[in-house]
T-cell receptor, first 113, second 112 residues
């Protein structure tokens, strides 16, 4: 049972480049989340999904897009990377939202130069 | 708007001490609260999910309590060990949207 798996683990981008972060969960969870973690700012929610085919904006959605075409996958896209998007990105999932236990991936460390 | 605060921001204790980490939240209309552990360079690991009906939840040397009326939760760690050194985060449900709001965390260092 792999839990929540994020790909890639590390990435360096040049300003203006695009990339997609992949999150996969094998627990049949309905809810999936993308967070970013920055020093002094804590964990901030970027986007989330309450089920296959749905997405919703979180606290800091600007500059990011997401898709949930399959229940087990949640993709986070950066269309035109900026240095302000340098961060550690975490994906999480839970069976039914905030009332159920959340499981996190190991994170993706992204640097935009 | 739900806001979560953790005190202290950092804590350093000698091995063997019992310690308490504090978490406060502004919107008390919650049904549960979660505590997580994060090791350096790693993701978050769920420690305890405490329901408002339970008031307390225990796992090994960890005990979490939840007092909705005062907007507070505490995580008690008994007989601390160097392996407990990590950042501990609490998270409460947001006022809407079925998502979690995280505190900034308490960085714990247990010295051997």
């Amino acid at each position: 049972n792999a839990g929540v798996t994020q790909t890639p683990k590390f990435r360096v981008l040049k300003t203006g480049q695009s990339m997609t972060l992949l999150c996969a969960q094998d627990m049949n969870h309905e809810y999936m989340y993308w967070y970013r973690q920055d020093p002094g700012m804590g964990l901030r929610l970027i986007h989330y999904s309450v089920g296959e085919g749905t997405t919703a904006k979180g606290e800091v959605p600007d500059g990011y897009n997401v898709s949930r075409l399959k229940k087990q996958n949640f993709l986070l896209g950066l269309e035109s990377a900026a240095p302000s998007q340098t961060s550690v990105y975490f994906c999480a999932s839970s069976y039914f939202g905030a009332d159920t236990e959340a499981f996190f991936g190991q994170g993706t460390r992204l640097t935009v130069v | 708007k739900q806001e979560v605060t953790q005190i202290p921001a950092a804590l350093s204790v000698p091995e063997g001490e019992n310690l308490v980490l504090n978490c406060s939240f502004t919107d008390s209309a919650i049904y549960n609260l979660q505590w997580f552990r994060q090791d350096p360079g790693k993701g978050l690991t769920s420690l305890l999910l405490i329901q408002s009906s339970q008031r307390e939840q225990t796992s090994g040397r960890l005990n979490a309590s939840l007092d909705k009326s005062s907007g507070r939760s505490t995580l008690y760690i008994a007989a601390s060990q160097p392996g407990d050194s990590a950042t501990y985060l609490c998270a409460a449900p947001a006022e809407y949207g079925n998502k979690l709001v995280f505190g900034a965390g308490t960085i714990l260092r247990v010295k051997s």
